[in-house]
């Protein structure tokens, strides 16, 4: 059985999207990481670095229970349990997909991420970081609309990995200050990947639980989402009783 540690994010859907991409039969378990449940030691066995998603595979490899964090592993893992075309066996098919899905992990997430930040979440306007983020989502969206000129998909001629990790983070473009119009290469790709059926299936995960209300995090929420409990996790206390 494949058990998911998931919340409402873009990294958490990736994995949802690609599970119902593959028909693997999965439990959903929700970590609520606005109120700090991925500060426990429980799921800090599972992901030392406190973040969703996390996987265990209770038939991995060998038939031997795995765990995993990062979501890129995660999907390199589940796409060759299933040996799916999703991440191709053949070697120049799979690295034009990897660089793709390795743009998005390094890339993508990052910026569009700070982005998120600062535009929506920051308790107060830094005109700085909101230009500079902004500005990078804008030169991020031209690089993919550039590939989608070229390709029907980000790896090439076929669906794979690689969009199935993009897609979820671009959903959220007016949060990043862009107009997905503008892009017209990578509309027509958002709109036929947006169209999926297991998309959307994927998409509805734990759906009911997604604040819409645009509203700011709370104290509690904020120190465990951005503040003092998230960068608490791994420090160690020095023999001079400074954290080192």
């Given at each position: 059985?494949?058990?998911?540690?998931?919340?409402?994010?873009?990294?958490?859907?990736?994995?949802?999207?690609?599970?119902?991409?593959?028909?693997?039969?999965?439990?959903?378990?929700?970590?609520?990481?606005?109120?700090?449940?991925?500060?426990?030691?429980?799921?800090?066995?599972?992901?030392?670095?406190?973040?969703?998603?996390?996987?265990?595979?209770?038939?991995?490899?060998?038939?031997?229970?795995?765990?995993?964090?990062?979501?890129?592993?995660?999907?390199?893992?589940?796409?060759?349990?299933?040996?799916?075309?999703?991440?191709?066996?053949?070697?120049?098919?799979?690295?034009?997909?990897?660089?793709?899905?390795?743009?998005?992990?390094?890339?993508?997430?990052?910026?569009?991420?700070?982005?998120?930040?600062?535009?929506?979440?920051?308790?107060?306007?830094?005109?700085?970081?909101?230009?500079?983020?902004?500005?990078?989502?804008?030169?991020?969206?031209?690089?993919?609309?550039?590939?989608?000129?070229?390709?029907?998909?980000?790896?090439?001629?076929?669906?794979?990995?690689?969009?199935?990790?993009?897609?979820?983070?671009?959903?959220?473009?007016?949060?990043?200050?862009?107009?997905?119009?503008?892009?017209?290469?990578?509309?027509?790709?958002?709109?036929?990947?947006?169209?999926?059926?297991?998309?959307?299936?994927?998409?509805?995960v734990l759906a009911e639980k997604v604040d819409r209300s645009g509203a700011k995090p709370d104290a509690q929420r904020w120190n465990n989402l951005f503040g003092d409990a998230q960068f608490a996790q791994g420090q160690t206390t020095a023999p001079s009783g400074e954290q080192s």
């Open positions: 059985m494949i058990k998911l540690f998931f919340w409402s994010t873009p990294n958490a859907y990736k994995i949802s999207i690609l599970l119902e991409e593959l028909a693997l039969p999965y439990e959903v378990i929700p970590i609520h990481i606005g109120k700090g449940e991925q500060f426990t030691p429980e799921f800090l066995q599972i992901s030392p670095n406190n973040k969703i998603p996390a996987l265990i595979d209770t038939d991995g490899p060998d038939h031997k229970p795995i765990s995993l964090f990062e979501s890129g592993a995660i999907m390199m893992y589940l796409a060759e349990k299933a040996s799916s075309d999703l991440y191709p066996a053949e070697p120049h098919a799979r690295y034009g997909v990897l660089q793709w899905l390795m743009f998005q992990m390094g890339g993508i997430g990052p910026m569009l991420g700070q982005a998120h930040h600062f535009r929506k979440y920051a308790p107060q306007a830094i005109d700085y970081a909101i230009d500079r983020y902004t500005n990078e989502a804008r030169r991020i969206y031209g690089v993919l609309d550039r590939r989608l000129a070229q390709s029907e998909y980000l790896g090439g001629d076929a669906y794979s990995l690689a969009d199935i990790a993009t897609y979820p983070w671009l959903r959220p473009y007016k949060w990043q200050g862009q107009n997905i119009e503008q892009w017209p290469n990578l509309q027509r790709w958002f709109s036929a990947v947006r169209a999926r059926p297991a998309v959307q299936r994927g998409l509805a």
